[in-house]
């Protein structure tokens, strides 16, 4: 079992093959992440990954685990986040960063 964190970045990495599993690819790049959401090649064509910092991409992908991964308590009880969830998220992301923080009961 993984150590609770209040770190972003660390939430990030070990929310990494819970997106891979519902069509990400995300690689660390110094400090950034270079992400790609694969079923909108379909649209966009394949113009390649884009360059996030963890702030900006957090938020939309805890977004599309909540909503279509299988496990979502698996996901919860792996990742382990208990920090601060950031101001300036649109609300969507923000509600996603608020299910997955853990409740007094689970510290």
Known sequence: MNRRTKSLHKVMERLIPFAEEIGWEITPSGGKWMEQL???R????????FVQPTIRLIGPVVAHIRSDHPNTELVRTT??????VPTG????????LEWL??????L
């Open 38 to 40: 694969v079923p909108a």
């Open 42 to 49: 379909k649209w966009l064509g394949d113009i390649g990954p």
């Open 79 to 84: 990742v382990r986040f208990y920090g601060k």
């Open 101 to 106: 923080k853990l409740t007094e009961e689970e």
């Open 89 to 96: 998220l649109w609300a969507e992301h923000h509600s996603a």
